[in-house]
């Protein structure tokens, strides 16, 4: 799997180090202080979760975004790996290295936004045109859902977040938005099926929204497109400005 994963991220641009032991690979990310780390929880000599609270109890390397990458989808195991401050978990058996890539990209997208959240003063691209407008974001990640509300702040509108399928369904009706973000993985109900049931109430079918995937596969886009989506959009190959600009687009 690491040969696979060094290939593939060769692959697309990234430069690639790969530790097979877990001591080796803690004194690694001190040295080089990457980007990003991919970590394995069953490592020889030191295992993920230490490689975790070292990391988390060095300063110069605590910030450092990681994705997890393990054999068990256990809760468990996803709840302590969280509050290690793990950013995203991917199961092996449901590997695709495709994948791994848009999280990885997806990923660095966002520390990049939140360090342009911290030192730019400028307003996102479209700003004037949200002022006033009820925009709703359906998106389970609260990293990015945190990212999103500081970005679209500074726009004037009014933003509603909704974690899954069901609440988002409830505020909706409450709220009425001028436009709906909605990512298409969701805990519970899916986001087609949430599009589904917005484009069959008609109070709520003329309300635009823009699908959000990690992944730009066919089917997905085809099966958006059927159900009335205004559009598709590739979080891992977007910056939050762009968003925000096809926002505006299509209120406009």
Not at 55 to 79: F, L, M, R, W, Y
Not at 222 to 244: C, N, P, Y
Request: hydrophobic residues 45%.
């Amino acid at each position: 799997m690491g040969d696979v994963l060094v290939q593939k991220l060769k692959g697309e641009g990234f430069e690639v180090s790969l530790a097979r032991d877990g001591a080796e690979g803690l004194k690694d990310i001190r040295e080089i202080k990457p980007d990003l780390i991919l970590l394995d929880i069953v490592l020889p000599t030191m295992n993920g979760y230490e490689i975790l609270e070292a990391k988390q109890a060095d300063k110069e390397i605590s910030t450092i975004p990681v994705i997890v990458i393990s054999n068990s989808g256990q809760p468990v195991e996803i709840s302590r790996v969280l509050s290690l401050g793990v950013k995203d978990y991917l199961v092996k058996a449901q590997f695709d290295p495709q994948e791994v890539v848009s999280k990885v990209k997806s990923q660095l997208i966002k520390g990049n936004e939140a360090a342009g959240s911290k030192t730019s003063g400028e307003l996102p691209r479209g700003a004037a045109a949200l002022a006033g407008k009820k925009v709703m974001w359906v998106e389970d990640d609260k990293f990015l859902s945190d990212i999103i509300a500081r970005k679209l702040s500074s726009t004037g509108c009014t933003l509603f977040h909704a974690p899954d399928g069901e609440a988002a369904l409830k505020l909706i009706a409450e709220q009425m938005p001028d436009i709906i973000m909605l990512d298409v993985l969701l805990p519970g109900m899916d986001g087609f099926e949430v599009l589904h049931r917005i484009k069959a109430d008609p109070k709520t079918s003329k309300v635009p929204v823009i699908m959000l995937s990690n992944l730009n596969q066919k089917v997905d886009i085809d099966k958006s497109k059927e159900l009335g989506a205004a559009q598709f959009l590739v979080k891992a190959t977007m910056s939050l400005d762009e968003i925000i600009e096809n926002i505006r687009l299509i209120l406009k």
